[in-house]
Every structure is written in C-alpha cells, then in structure tokens.
C-alpha cells in the first residue's frame, strides 16, 4: 500500500516535470489529444476499436503464452517450464484467450457493426458502453498484473476448487483471477443490455427482425446468452471470493460445503460462454460468405432458427463437461442427448452456407478465404463434439489432449478463424483503409496450415495416453513425435499472426481511401461512409426488405430515407466510465493485497461516481442540418 | 420525439427513446440478477443442511419477525406502486411522500434483518461457522445489499424529483427504480419461502 | 462378427499408420487398443460415432470441394448469381437426417452410460478403496485387509469395483487401457469398476489438475493370474521382517525419527504412502525404478523430482545414515517374495 502511494506520488511529479509544469495549457493539450478523446469517448465506433485493439494486445500475450506451453512440451522430461510455473502460464493462457481475447474482438466488431448495420445513430446507452469497456479493460489489466505481484493464478481457467483456496493455492494467483473476472464481467453484463436493447429499440423504421443481417441477430442471441449466463460466473466468483478472503466455507468440504457446486455454478456459465464465443463468428461467416458469393444468405430464416435453438440448448448441456465427477448415468444420459441435439442447429448453418456458395460467384478475397478455411476446421470441431457428448467415450476423452483439440478447433478454428475474416472484412469501415491482399494471404496460408499441424496430433495424444495440463508426459517414441508435430505447427501459426500485426501497422501507413462499399456488400453499413461520420446516417434509412442495400444497388434506386433532414442529438464526451472503472480496479487490487480499507474505498468511489452521473444532467449536443451536408459536400470534395 | 412527448401524457416514462431504452434495459438487467438469485437460492438450498453441529434452521427461525419483514416489504412495493400513480398523474409532492414511505419502510426492514443477523451470530450461527452459515448470509445478506442500495437509490430519486421536478429525464428513472424495489420484492418472496418456511417446516 | 471386425478397423488403420512413420505405441498407455471389458465398451462407442461423424465429413466435404471448384469467380466472366431464398426439401433433409443419426447414436450411449455405472456384485468381485491424495494414489483392500500406494494389483479377468474418495483435492483415475476416467472427489465417494483380460502391466495417470505435480502422479495397474495374485496376496499380509542386522537396527531407528510420522500415520493431517511393503513395489513416488540408488536420489531430491510433494527434502542425514535408511527400506520384505 505504501509503496504504492510513493510510486503515484512520483509518477505524478514526473509528468508535471516532463510537461513543464500542469497549467492551463497543459490541460488543453491534454483535452485535444487522441488519448483524451478515447477515454472519454460515448461513440460506439470508438469503443469498437479501443475493444478490438485490447483484444489483439491479449490475444498477442496469449500466444506467447501458448508458445512456452508448446516449448515445455517439445519434448519430454523438459525443463524448460514445470511445476507452479507452468500451471500458471497454462492458467493464463486460457483465461486470457477466452476473457480478455475473444470477448473484446468480438464486442469490437459487435460494437462497430451492429449499429450501422440496423441503421442506427448510436447504441442504447453509450455510457454503459464506454463503463462496460473500461471495466473490461481495467479487470484485464488487474489479472494480468499477477504476473509482477505475487504470481499469476494456477489453478485452470476453471480455477476449480478445493484446489483453487488458501490451502491449495496460498499466493494472491487466485485472488487475481477472482477480481479481474469479476471487474471484466461486470462491464461484460453491461454491454449485454446493451446491445440487447439496441438492437430491439432502436433497428431502422421498417427493419423487422427477420430482416436484420445475420451478424445483428447472432449478436442479439450472443447478448441473451451473456445475460443469463454471467450472473452464474459472477456467483461462482463471489462464493470463491468469500471462500478466500473472507473465511467462508462455501466449497470446503470439511465445513459442509461442496466441490461440486462451484462446477456447477462455473459451467453453467462456462458452456453458454463457449456458444457465446462462436455465435457472432456464425454471424461473420453468414455474411462475408454471402457477400463474396454475390448471393442471398441460403435459408435465412432456418439459419435465425438455428442460432436462437443453439443459444437455447446452449443453457442445457452444462454437465457434458462433468461426466465424470459422479452425477449417475440418468444426469449423464439426460445432458448427452441434449448435447447431441445441438448438432442438429449446427448442422444446419453448415449446410446453408455451402448452398449460399452454391451457384454463387465465389470471391476468393481474404475474408472469404478465411470463411472458406473455418468451414471443415469448424466442422472437425464439431464431430468431436459429438464423440466428446457420448458419456462412456468421454470418460476416456475428459481432461486429455483429445479434449484440448476439440475446444481449439472450435475456439481457434472457429472463433478466432471467423474474427480473422471479420477483421479482413470490417477492417475498411472501421479505419477507412483496406488490408493488404498479399499479406492476407501470407496470414491465412501459414497460419491455417500451422493450425492443423499444431491440434490435429493432439486428437491422438489425447487417445494415447496424455492428460491435458501436464508439463510432461511419458518418453513414448508416438507421444514425441506427434508432441514435435504439435510444437512445429505453432511456427506457422505464429508466421500468420505477424503477417497480421505488419498488415495491420502497413495499413495505417497508407491513406484513409477506402471507399463506402469496398466489397459490393448487401447491408446497411456499406451503404454510408468509410470510416462512418459520428451521427452514422445523416438520416436514418426506410428499410423494406432483407439486404436492403444490395436490392436498392440492383434496382438502382437509394434507399429511401424515414425523416426529413434535422439536427441529430449526440452524447458528449464523458471521463466518467474511465474514473468508475479505476475505482473498480482499485477495489480489486486493495481485496487482492487484503488491503481492505483500498478494497471499500474503491467501491465507495464507484458509487460515489455513479451518483454523480445520475445527478449530472446531461443534455448532449446538437449536429445542424447544415453542418451534415457541410460534411457531405467535404467527403465529396 | 419532442411532440410525441406532448401526446403521452399518461406514461411520462416512457415518451422518449431513451426512456423506453432505459426501462427495455433495466427488464433485462433484472433478467440476469433473477439468474444470479436463482444460483444463490440453488447453493442455499444444497448447502443449508451442513450446519455442522450448529444451531439448524429449525432452532434458528423465527416466523414471526420474518413474517413482519415480509409485511413491510410488500407494504413498501405497494406504496411505490402509489409513487407511479403520482407520477403518471405528474403529482410532484405525491412522488417525493410515496417515494418516502418506500424508503422507510425498506429501512424499517433493513433494520429487522440486521437485528436477525446479530441475533442469529449470539445463537453460534455465523458466516465462517458452515457452510449453510456461509450460503445463508451471503444470499440473504445480497438481498439485503440490494435493499440498502435501492434505499440510496430511491432517496437520491426523491432529491432529484425534488430539484427537477417531474420531467421526461427523471420519470423513467423514478419508473425504474420502481420496478427494482417489485424486483427485491420478488426475490424476498421467494426467500421467504424457501429460506425460513421451508426451513421451519420442511 | 464381421460387422464388428469393421468397426475396429479405423483404430487398427490409425496405429498402423502411426507404426509406419516410426512411432511405437505405448501399449500401456492406449485407449484404442483396451485390455478390460470397460475399455471396449468405451472403444465400441467411440468407433461408433467416428465412423458417423466421418461419413457426416465426407458429405460435408464432398459439397465443399465441389462448390468451390464449381463456382470460383472466373477471370474475365461477370456473372449475377440468381438470389435464391433456400429449399424447403434440402433444408427438411439435413434436418432430420441428421436427427435420425443421433438418435440411432444415442442408443448404445445411453445403453453403455448404465452398464458402465453398474456396481458389480458378487464373491468373487474384489473391491478396492483409492483415495488420491497430492500427488499419490492410496489403494486399500478393505476385504483382504491390505493397503498399498501407487501400484493397484488385481487379479485377470474379474471385476473390480473401485470406490474413490478425495481427500484434498480433486484427482481424476485414469488407466486409459483398461478404461475410462472417473474424477476423485473430495467429500464425495464415486464408484467405477474396471477389469483386465490379460495379465501385465498398465499406467495410470491423474487426469485432473490438481497443482505443481499433478503431471507426475502417475501410478500402475499389475494385472496378474490368480494364483500369482494370492502369492502377492499371502506376502502383503506377512509383517515386515524384524530388524535383525546393525545396518537394518540403524536404519529403523532413522526411519522411526524422520518417516514414519506421515507414512504410517502419526500426524494423520501430512498422510504419506504406507512403506511396509515397499520393496514389494516396481516404482518410487510412481515414477521412478525402484533401485536403492533411486530411493537415496528420491529421499534427497523430492520437490525438484515431483515438484510440489508434500515431503520434504531429506538431505540431512549422512552418508552411512542414509544407506543404512535405504537398505533398511528396501529390505523389510525380501523381493523375492514377489
């Protein structure tokens, strides 16, 4: 605690004496900045791009992660990495990818996309949304401050107990793991409401719901399901937390309480949480298939069908990832068979997006490569889904590698794959500037090929013996080979990745040319500026059929606008989420290093802060009419 | 939305789009604490059977006080349902008394539960003594967290309708925090239910 | 049979292909290759559903490479695709056959879920108690009065029913060879059986981690014939012999003064594995060959060979202390006895 006022204390006397002083022009310069204005930013395309840069940081910090593991496991009896360490990294690895990774990607492009996309000025609460970022961000930064603290949590991503409590597990690693999630779901649980009531509230006169795009609709199933499942983390958490710091006996088993009951509790929100990483990749693959086919989406009603039935079931198959902690067979067969039904759905999209290629015209652009290349990845995920939901095979799968290949081949596969395509696909209208083509291939080649090389083995590892969170396994010629296999593909994989990263720093060398429609797509967000203007539409679009935009470009007639030209209401910039979610994240450092005065002080600050919000009235500003055409007349010129 | 505003006159709250947002939003918002309620509820009832040789729910509760809880938070539900009705009718002083009644009836019971809890900890129930001491107060005592911020809620709502004035801003909040205190209502119901009569009887 | 035969063949291909380049399969230590009636029932099911999921993959893949070919943009040819809205018959047909097939699927699971969660009955089932501790296995023989760690010996070709207890954290008994896992569960008993249609030896490993070592818990299963598993039976059950020579007088003094107070069960709180019959056993700390060159290493190097074992480094004890220790242990059954 001390130590920790001192170095503020001196940070602060730093800056002052790096910027000569604070003053008023300091304060200026400060306000004018970029940094300024994405902290206080309410704009959802700005949140949009603060989530999906986090989200590349962590998913970068996850891959080395993952580089150590697969280093450690070269071969066996290595010693590179074991023991406390290298259950932390492997605790890190899958937390950090799943949490701080795939979730901000997949809100980034949720948060840029689905507003333009249902022809809307702005999301419902843009506050909420900034807080919901800066939560996210502040309790990613929280957990992985572990690492210079005290040591980072070991226990799994599913942190199970009893060896997740003081006994098992005595550094502050847990309690990091705790606070963080707690701080980053919160913001999570925000940005769920959120976009739930955007896209029920406030879709463009005329679109219905069966004619939002696709990515809109797996977006408003992803936000049920976030809704509905997080509360279950955020209990699981709470009970752990309480366990931990403050004494109570919620899992230890010597006091009456029970094990079992946190795996409950974290799978029911953990198995939503799987179909809440793959539904909006879904979403992208419905629509850059559709687009670079030329062609109408295949069964689109059937496909909302599906996406609604896999969000449903999704709430019902939690078990599958407990057969064999001893429920009985009647629990067992109960959630297999509900797990075997999802495949059904899933099947479903599959073959819909090959007949939406089917007499198409098929494009070979990155994001259609990457769609292309997710389709038998996915569906190899998607077998192995079958054979792990078979009670009896899974007592042989659980907890091996063949496990671990199954979940990546879904979660890389599948998520990360899609939001691969996504970010090829999006990347234009979110900085105005197209990726490189060429470099998309040198992305797509060696990382999808790195993929198969590195989790394909590890379907027969699994088989043959090795359990999954082992930093060695037996000195086997067939573990060795196909471990040197596994290792060899993460080169490819990581070639991939920083053709990406070159891709990315290249296109904002170039200049912002991208135009509106680069792809000739079929939804509304093609249909207005690359970056989009604050206000989005000048005046919001009449909507009067599914993919709207492509029938008015084919019919050569604009889409007609709902109201007359008028000044458009815009939420000002606000500091305030930035200063509630430090507040969170003081809390949860102060319970971390049991400095529970800094933990009661920082809540008191949050609410203090929200109170204030809720007294501050804020009226927001006006966009005139004549200044919209000003900016039209501009973007013309 | 400023003419639609004049028509609806009848439900203030929700006459522009950020108020039905905002009432749209906080239905889901209850949604996920239902579900975060149901997961504590869930872990009470495996748990309230390991009092591991401490006082049993039978030994420790108490119908009666419980019972005059529950009557002063149902009366407290029903008396925001009067604050609405102030509201719609645009009766400023109605909201601010009817507002006011809520919160101390809620404190009246909030004070009820803190005596229960002090009495409960003399009989050897405590939070660190089991693991159905552990489940009890940390559902109970969440509701009770939820009981303690509506109150700071609701006195701030009473603050603001009293500065502001009944307005198209302050009507959705005044609805919404409403709608929470139902919310907690609900909740108590059922752990009325499955906490203390499940426990006396059960 | 023959349809049977069929079914196997996938595993026989895949090992095949693995021989080929190379590789020789840890037999010990192969879920696709079982030696106990669990672990066929496990392998049936999981033939099963690959052979249904490849056939599912090689339609889905068939369309694929055939769309892809067909219908690539050509260069110079712009074509409109017509704007199809879907087909009702194709959409009904990979609808319900799909469903069809899972349900064919989900009889034998639900068929082998029950079988496998049987409790065998009977005089002639051997039942044993594992309790997992961090990070052995603790084996009890409840009706033969035995107790031993990190080495199960059964009897071939008769059930064994196994009642898991946890103790500190979650472990998870894995003998991939002989069949499925079942989690050990602390305040929880679970129950699995298992049996071995051949005599030998088969590796077990803990499959839930359970910290710094889970990845080194292993432990063996020893498969025998009836008549060497009464012999096996018969030397458990001798006491350990007197300490008759000075080294072995010394050696028991020492093992009094630093052991046995986890390992026979003066300080219940720190358990560690029983050492009567430790000569008796192939491995030290399920990992190592037991040499009296392993043991002196294992006694000085515990957490750096296991990292996170609960017994401390002895490193203390002078030489001639410390041999006088290991032959003391190493002889207190004779291992011919074996």
Not at chain 1, 407 to 418: D, E, L, P, R, S
Request: aromatic content about 14%.
């Amino acid at each position: 605690m001390g130590t920790l006022i001192i170095v503020t204390v001196a940070l602060l006397f730093l800056t002052a004496i790096l910027t000569g002083g604070y003053n008023q022009r300091f304060l200026d310069q400060v306000k004018n900045s970029v940094v300024w204005d994405y902290i206080t930013t309410v704009d959802h395309k700005k949140i949009g791009i603060l989530y999906f840069i986090s989200g590349l940081v962590f998913f970068v910090i996850g891959g080395i992660e993952a580089l150590l593991i697969r280093i450690q496991l070269v071969a066996p009896g290595n010693d590179f990495l074991i023991g406390d360490a290298y259950n932390q990294v492997l605790t890190m690895h899958g937390t950090t990818m799943i949490f701080l990774a795939a979730m901000p990607l997949i809100f980034g492009l949720m948060n840029v996309v689905v507003p333009l996309q249902i022809g809307a000025r702005d999301v419902a609460f843009p506050f909420l949304n900034a807080l919901g970022y800066w939560l996210f961000s502040f309790g990613g930064i929280l957990l992985n401050l572990s690492w210079f603290f005290g040591g980072a949590p070991d226990a799994g991503w599913t942190s199970y107990t009893s060896l997740a409590l003081n006994e098992f597990s005595p550094g502050p690693g847990v309690d990091y793991y705790v606070l963080g999630l707690q701080i980053t779901g919160i913001g999570t649980l925000m940005s769920a409401v959120n976009f739930a009531v955007t896209i029920i509230n406030m879709r463009a006169p005329g679109m219905t719901f069966l004619r939002m795009p696709m990515f809109t609709w797996t977006t408003l199933v992803t936000s049920a399901l976030l809704l509905f499942a997080m509360p279950a983390l955020t209990v699981g958490l709470l009970l752990l937390m309480f366990d931990r710091l403050f004494g109570a006996n919620f899992f230890d088993h010597a006091m009456g309480g029970s094990h079992v009951i946190w795996q409950h509790l974290f799978w029911i929100f953990g198995h939503p949480e799987v179909y809440i990483v793959i539904m909006p990749a879904f979403g992208i693959m419905s629509e850059v298939i559709s687009t670079f086919s030329k062609k109408r989406l295949f069964g689109y009603n059937s496909m909302v069908f599906a996406v609604a039935l896999i969000g449903f079931l999704g709430f019902m198959v939690w078990v599958h990832h407990m057969y064999t902690v001893g429920l009985g067979p009647v629990s067992n067969s109960v959630f297999a068979i509900a797990t075997m039904t999802i495949a059904v759905p899933t099947g479903i999209k599959v073959f819909n997006w090959l007949f939406t290629m089917w007499g198409g015209e098929l494009d070979f652009k990155t994001p259609m490569l990457f769609a292309v290349g997710f389709i038998p990845t996915f569906v190899m995920g998607g077998m192995t889904g079958v054979m792990v939901a078979l009670p009896p095979a899974d007592f042989q799968y659980q907890d091996t590698y063949f496990v671990v290949a199954h979940f990546h081949y879904t979660m890389v596969g599948g998520t990360v794959i899609g939001l691969f395509a996504g970010a090829y696909y999006w990347w234009p209208k979110m900085f105005g500037r197209k990726l490189d083509e060429r470099l998309g291939k040198w992305h797509f080649w060696p990382f999808i090929i790195g993929f198969h090389l590195t989790f394909f083995p590890q379907h027969f590892l699994g088989l043959f013996g090795m359990p999954r969170r082992v930093f060695t396994y037996n000195d086997v010629p067939i573990l060795q080979t196909l471990n040197i296999i596994s290792t060899i593909g993460v080169i490819g994989m990581t070639i991939g990745t920083l053709a990406f990263m070159y891709n990315i720093i290249q296109s904002f060398r170039r200049k912002a040319d991208a135009p509106a429609d680069p792809w000739n797509g079929r939804t509304l967000e093609w249909a207005i500026p690359s970056p989009p203007p604050a206000y989005n539409f000048k005046q919001l679009p009449l909507i009067r059929a599914y993919d709207q935009f492509w029938i008015s470009k084919q019919t050569g007639k604009e889409i007609e606008p709902s109201e007359p030209l008028g000044e458009i209401h815009m939420p000002s910039p606000t500091y305030l989420p930035f200063l509630m979610s430090l507040a969170m994240f003081i809390s949860g450092f102060g319970f971390i290093t049991r400095g529970y005065e800094m933990g009661a002080l920082g809540l008191i600050l949050f609410f203090i802060v929200m109170f204030i919000r809720s007294y501050e009235h804020d009226p927001g500003y006006h966009i005139q009419p004549d200044e919209l055409t000003g900016v039209e007349k501009e973007a013309k010129a | 939305m400023e003419s639609q505003a004049e028509t609806a006159t009848e439900h203030l709250e929700s006459s522009t789009l950020e108020g039905k947002n905002k009432i749209l939003g906080f239905w889901l918002f209850l949604a996920a604490e239902t579900v975060l309620f149901a997961c504590l509820i869930g872990t009470y009832l495996a748990l309230r059977g390991q009092n591991m040789g401490g006082p049993t729910t039978q030994d420790l509760f108490d119908l009666g006080l419980v019972a005059v809880a529950t009557g002063l938070l149902l009366t407290s539900s029903l008396t925001s349902v009067f604050a609405v009705n102030a509201l719609n009718q645009k009766k400023q002083k109605g909201v601010q008394f009817w507002l006011g009644v809520t919160v101390l009836l809620g404190l009246a019971f909030l004070i009820l539960e803190i005596y229960e809890f002090v009495h409960y900890t003399s009989m050897g129930h405590t939070f660190v003594s089991s693991a159905f001491g552990s489940s009890f107060y940390t559902l109970v005592g969440t509701h009770g967290a939820h009981v303690t911020f509506g109150l700071f809620w609701i006195t701030g709502l009473i603050i603001q309708v009293a500065r502001r004035g009944i307005t198209k801003e302050t009507a959705p909040k005044v609805f919404v925090s409403t709608l929470y205190w139902h919310f907690i209502d609900v909740v108590w119901v059922f752990i009325f239910t499955l906490v203390y009569l499940l426990g006396k009887v059960g | 049979m023959n349809q049977r035969k069929w079914r196997y063949l996938l595993p026989v291909v895949l090992i095949a292909l693995a021989a080929l380049s190379g590789c020789s399969i840890d037999q010990r230590l192969n879920a696709l290759d079982p030696s106990g009636s669990a672990g066929e029932i496990q392998l049936d099911l999981i033939n099963w559903s690959i052979m249904l999921m490849l056939g599912v993959f090689a339609i889905v893949i068939t369309i694929y490479i055939y769309v892809l070919i067909r219908y690539r943009k050509r260069k110079g040819i712009e074509r409109m695709p017509e704007q199809v809205h879907g087909n009702t018959k194709l959409e009904v047909i990979w609808t319900v056959i799909p469903i069809i097939a899972l349900i064919v699927l989900a009889f034998p699971t639900v068929k082998y879920t029950f079988d496998l969660d049987e409790k065998p009955q009977g005089d002639d089932v051997i039942k044993v108690k594992v309790i997992g501790y961090q990070y052995w296995w603790e084996f009890q023989y409840p009706d033969l009065g035995i107790t031993t760690a990190q080495e199960l010996v059964i009897p071939v070709n008769k059930k064994v029913s196994l009642e898991l207890e946890g103790k500190d954290v979650l472990h998870s008994f894995w003998v991939p060879n002989l069949g499925g896992k079942t989690d050990v569960v602390p305040g929880r008993i679970n129950h699995m059986w298992l049996d071995a249609k051949k005599p030998g030896e088969y590796q077990g490993k803990c499959a839930e981690l359970c910290g710094p070592g889970h990845s080194l818990m292993d432990f063996k299963v020893y498969a025998k014939e009836q008549a060497d598993f009464d012999k096996w039976v018969a030397s458990m059950k001798q006491p350990p012999k007197q300490a008759v020579s000075e080294i072995d007088k010394k050696g028991e003094a020492l093992y009094k003064q630093n052991c046995m107070g986890c390992h026979a069960g003066a300080t219940p709180q720190v358990p560690g594995p029983e050492l009567n019959n430790f000569a008796l056993r192939e491995t030290i700390a399920g990992m190592l060959p037991n040499t009296e060159a392993n043991l002196k290493k294992w006694i000085k190097h515990t957490e750096d060979l296991k990292p996170g074992t609960r017994m401390p480094k002895i490193n203390y004890l002078q030489e001639d202390e410390l041999d006088a220790l290991t032959h003391y242990l190493m002889n207190r059954k004779s291992k011919t006895e074996k």
